[in-house]
């Protein structure tokens, strides 16, 4: 029983996965600082209401809650760190112009999510300031380079816009009570439902919502789209805009299928919502989306856009192989030459591992591929002959 001393869906991370892991943060990290992304850490725990301002419903229920010993208040254990990074952008930081934020550390979640983890190791970045779709434009491109890095081949979009839904719903009037049944069989792609649901609508608005789920493909839905849906201002906004990524992201990835009909994070996301997949995994591997809501809940209407990763997932998805050569060196701490020579192999990089006494039948499970020996009064590197 793998899970034994561990609750369901949580797990330890063993070496070999830890350090490809660990490489690939440092990778993406260092890509994000060179494109202007400034790390932030948030903390952990905060005060729920803090914590889950303007997100919604769905990320309520993710969450698990505790009682502060110090103030009786309820706490909430993160299961999303976006909400913590617009919370320092709005207050914290306080900036008038563009922000670039990025942030990495594990979030916790009542329920496992489609990777089968309740523990996943989050990574991602944010665009504070900006509303339009150059933003949204440029985290999608850093997010492909994050891909690339982490060698994950095969990478396509799946970009949907909430903002064609909520026109629809605006223009007809409808009420909270029926946004929720409608948006429920939108995810299920139930026309007949929604056929039903919207019979008290206007006819333009109810046949619009009928056509919402089947507008899903290539570039010849944005097109279908401008013909049978209404020529609202957001509408035709939205459309421009799904177009104008299409074009702007072709030299990096695919675009898989544009999607009207998706509302991944309805209650979070207000624009363009967006998901990478690679062909050697099943689920996404990334998400994001425009959510400038959020910043309004926290009291400055501050328009925002970026995306998220597990780095689990991640890496699993990764097809770098790239074993690490280890050095066995003898253990002799009065030997000044042996000491310099593995000081100078380790500040390139190398691992070498001192040959502890007493342990020479377990000297496989150090996994070395190499050793120092001495030749001519010189420690040298050469390959290990068992």
């Known amino acids: 029983m793998r899970t034994w001393l561990l609750p369901e869906y949580i797990e330890d991370i063993l070496p070999a996965e830890a350090r490809r892991i660990e490489r690939l943060r440092r990778l993406i990290l260092d890509d994000f600082a060179v494109h202007g992304y400034e790390l932030v850490m948030p903390p ?3 005060y729920v209401d803090s914590l889950l301002t303007g997100t919604g419903h769905d990320l309520d229920l993710q969450t698990f809650k505790l009682v502060d010993q110090l103030t009786g208040r309820m706490l909430g254990v ?5 909400p913590q990074v617009a919370r320092i952008d709005a207050h914290l930081l306080n900036r008038g112009g563009i922000t670039r934020l990025c942030y990495t550390g594990s979030v916790l979640r009542t329920l496992p999510g489609m990777n ?3 523990e ?11 509303a339009g779709i150059e933003s949204d434009v440029e985290v999608q491109r850093l997010l492909l380079r994050a891909l690339r890095l982490a060698d994950v081949r095969d990478v396509s979009l799946d970009i949907g816009h909430v903002a064609v839904f909520r026109a629809l719903l605006r223009r007809g009037r409808v009420s909270r009570e029926l946004e929720a049944d409608l948006f429920q069989a939108m995810q299920s792609k139930d026309i007949t439902t929604i056929t039903a649901l919207t019979k008290g609508l206007d006819r333009v ?4 919502l009928a056509e919402l789920p089947g507008l899903y493909g290539g570039t010849e839905v944005l097109a279908r789209a401008k013909r ?3 020529a609202l201002p957001e509408i035709r906004a939205a459309l421009r805009d799904l177009g104008a990524l299409s074009q702007r992201l072709a030299d990096l990835a695919k675009i898989r299928s544009f999607d009207l009909g998706e509302l991944r994070g309805y209650h979070y996301h207000s624009g363009v919502v967006f998901a990478a997949y690679s062909n050697s995994r099943p689920n996404a591997v990334a998400q994001g989306g425009r959510y400038d809501e959020v910043g309004k809940a926290f009291g400055r209407a501050r328009p925002a856009t ?9 890496a699993a998805a990764s097809t770098e192989v790239r074993p690490q050569s280890r050095v066995l060196a003898p253990f002799r701490p009065d030997d000044r030459k042996l000491a310099q020579r593995i000081a100078a192999l380790r500040s390139r990089g190398i691992v070498v591992i001192e040959d502890l006494p007493g342990h020479a039948r377990f000297r496989a499970e150090l996994g070395c591929d190499r050793e120092l020996v001495q030749r001519s009064g010189r420690w040298v590197v050469q390959k290990r002959k068992d």
Do not use: C, K, N, W
């Open 306 to 314: 970026g995306f998220s990763m597990d780095m689990r997932e991640l």
């Open 228 to 230: 049978v849906l209404p």
């Open 116 to 118: 089968r983890t309740r």
């Open 120 to 130: 996943p190791l989050q990574i991602g970045a944010e665009i504070y300031g900006h």
């Open 44 to 46: 952990l725990l905060e």
């Open 78 to 82: 993160r299961a999303d760190i976006t």
């Open 205 to 208: 608005t109810r046949a619009a």
